[in-house]
Nanobody
Framework: VLLVESGGGLAQPGGSLRLSCVASGIAVGVNNMAWFRQPPGKQRELVAE???????TYADSVKGRFTISRDNAKNTVDLQMNGLKPEDTALYYC?????WGQGTQVTVSS
C-alpha cells in the first residue's frame, strides 16, 4: 500500500489549497479514508474522515472550511481547504486503515 500526498505549500490567510492523495494497493472506495495533520510541536489530530458508506466527520476547527472527497475511478482522496488560517499550518497526512502517507506541508502565513 502506498499513499502519496501532494498539493501542500504556502498560502496566505483566507486563501485556499487543495491536497490530493493518490492511493495504490488499496481501493479508496471500500476503505475508511482520512486526513490527519500535525502542527509544529503538537500531536497529530484528525482533520476529516470519509467512511466506507459515505459518513463524513470533520474536526470542529475546520467545519465549514474544509471538504473531503474521493474519486473512486482515480483512486484518490482530496481535501479542499478554504478560508485558511495560520493555525492550519501543519504537516498533513493521508491515511487508510493501518497506512499513512509521507505527509505534505501546509504553511499559512502572510
Amino acid at each position: 500500500v502506498l499513499l502519496v500526498e501532494s498539493g501542500g505549500g504556502l498560502a496566505q490567510p483566507g486563501g485556499s489549497l487543495r491536497l490530493s492523495c493518490v492511493a495504490s494497493g488499496i481501493a479508496v472506495g471500500v476503505n475508511n479514508m482520512a486526513w490527519f495533520r500535525q502542527p509544529p510541536g503538537k500531536q497529530r489530530e484528525l482533520v476529516a474522515e470519509l467512511a466506507l458508506f459515505g459518513k463524513i466527520t470533520y474536526a470542529d476547527s475546520v467545519k465549514g472550511r474544509f471538504t473531503i472527497s474521493r474519486d473512486n475511478a482515480k483512486n484518490t482522496v482530496d481535501l479542499q481547504m478554504n478560508g485558511l488560517k495560520p493555525e492550519d499550518t501543519a504537516l498533513y497526512y493521508c491515511t487508510a486503515p493501518g497506512h499513512w502517507g509521507q505527509g505534505t506541508q501546509v504553511t499559512v502565513s502572510s
